[in-house]
């Protein structure tokens, strides 16, 4: 299970860090995502991260501006948004899978809930 938070309301430009909490079987490594979608679009990729911590990556929208890192003992995955532009407004998701070769940014097993980002100009 996983759920997300730390969405809210920022102005161009400001920050936001993102958490996604996991819980359920901890005898397994996890690779963790952030999506996110926009109003009357589709879903897209933001950031993924293994299991170790890393290896990550980016969409190109979002690379420079934002960070995913994880604490494994928290169980916990981040989002760090600088630089936010009004684009980036969309409901945000963190998901996971496996952390395996043929697994990672192919497969999104489990989903959690999404936290809103409204960055306003």
């Known amino acids: 299970q996983l759920q997300a938070f730390g969405g809210g309301l920022v102005q161009a430009g400001g920050s936001l860090r993102l958490s996604c909490a996991a819980s359920?079987?901890?005898?397994?490594?996890?690779?963790m995502y952030w999506f996110r979608q926009a109003p009357g679009k589709e879903r897209e990729f933001v950031a993924g991260?293994?299991?170790?911590?890393?290896?990550?990556y980016y969409a190109d929208s979002v690379k420079g501006r934002f960070t995913i890192s994880r604490d494994n003992a928290k169980n916990t995955v981040y989002l760090q948004m600088n630089s936010l532009k009004p684009e980036d407004t969309a409901v945000y998701y963190c998901?996971?899978?496996?952390?395996?070769?043929?697994?990672?940014?192919?497969?999104?097993?489990?989903w959690g809930q999404g936290t809103q980002v409204t960055v306003s100009s």
């Open positions: 998901a996971a899978d496996r952390d395996t070769s043929s697994s990672w940014l192919r497969q999104y097993a489990y």
């Open positions: 359920g079987r901890t005898d397994i490594s996890y690779a």
């Open positions: 991260i293994r299991w170790s911590g890393h290896s990550t």
